[in-house]
């Protein structure tokens, strides 16, 4: 079982930065992908970025490459998400979510946070 408490979100003017953390419980963290999704009002829930166990393989979305970065450090069972040159699109509720494939499909995760509001103004 793990539990997973997502903080950071906030207000942000359009080109500024965030960093989502996500805190996990448990003992398994480490031998979990954990990866990001977002979902705006009125908007299916869409894949952002996803990370390896040992944190040596990312996955982005396109929408969000050379933009965001996602990091782990399984020492303190926290994933990241590292918010550049924030764009008014990029408003959402962000979910972290953990499982055993790194892939963007929601359905392959089986845990997920109750998710932090980013929101930016033009």
């Known amino acids: 079982q793990v539990q997973l408490v997502e903080s950071g979100g906030g207000l942000v003017q359009a080109g500024g930065s965030l960093r989502l953390s996500c805190a996990a419980s448990g003992r398994i963290f480490s031998r979990v992908v954990m990866g990001w999704f977002r979902q705006a009002p009125g908007k299916e829930r869409e894949f952002v970025a996803a990370?390896?166990?040992?944190?040596?393989?990312?996955y982005y979305a396109g929408s969000v490459k050379g933009r965001f970065t996602i990091s782990r450090d399984n020492a303190a069972n926290t994933v990241y998400l590292q918010m550049n040159s924030l764009k008014p699109e990029d408003t959402a509720v962000y979910y972290c979510?953990?499982?055993?494939?790194?892939?963007?499909?929601?359905?392959?995760?089986?845990?997920w946070g109750q998710g932090t509001q980013v929101t930016v103004s033009s």
């Open positions: 979510a953990a499982g055993g494939l790194i892939t963007n499909v929601a359905k392959s995760y089986d845990y």
């Open positions: 990370i390896s166990r040992t944190g040596g393989s990312t």
